[in-house]
């Protein structure tokens, strides 16, 4: 797909996988993407005893240091399937990318992936 703004991507934030444990996903360089792009979270049904899953993007202008990203936490997920997108604004966003994934309950587990697709600049 190709438009005025330049060629569509997509990039992984994290691969479908099954998580038992808080963690990151892999960082991305943003520098060549502009305006809004969407970020979009794809998870099962978490199992376990009262399990939560609750991911949000941080960014980074070392891709050292991450930090929250204002507003782009998505809806916690629990026990049913939740397929969710959010906006983000890559111009005003830092360099580097990365979700931050919080699992929590007794024996928690969720198969999950989060996926950023934009315009690159031409």
Not at 8 to 18: M, Q
Request: aromatic letters at 8%; charged letters at 10%; glycine letters at 10%.
């Amino acid at each position: 797909m190709f438009n005025a703004h330049g060629p569509f991507s997509t990039e992984i934030l994290h691969p479908v996988a099954a998580r038992t444990a808080t963690g990151n996903g892999t960082s991305v360089d943003i520098r060549d993407y502009i305006s809004i792009g969407k970020v979009m979270l794809d998870c099962a049904a978490g199992t376990g005893t009262t399990p939560t899953l609750d991911v949000m993007i941080q960014h980074s202008v070392d891709n050292v240091t991450f930090i929250p990203v204002p507003g782009a936490a998505f809806v916690q997920v629990t026990t049913v399937a939740r397929q969710q997108q959010i906006g983000l604004d890559l111009d005003a966003a830092n360099r580097f990318v990365r979700v931050l994934f919080t699992i929590a309950g007794g024996t928690p587990s969720f198969t999950f992936s989060v996926q950023l697709v934009g315009w690159r600049q031409l």
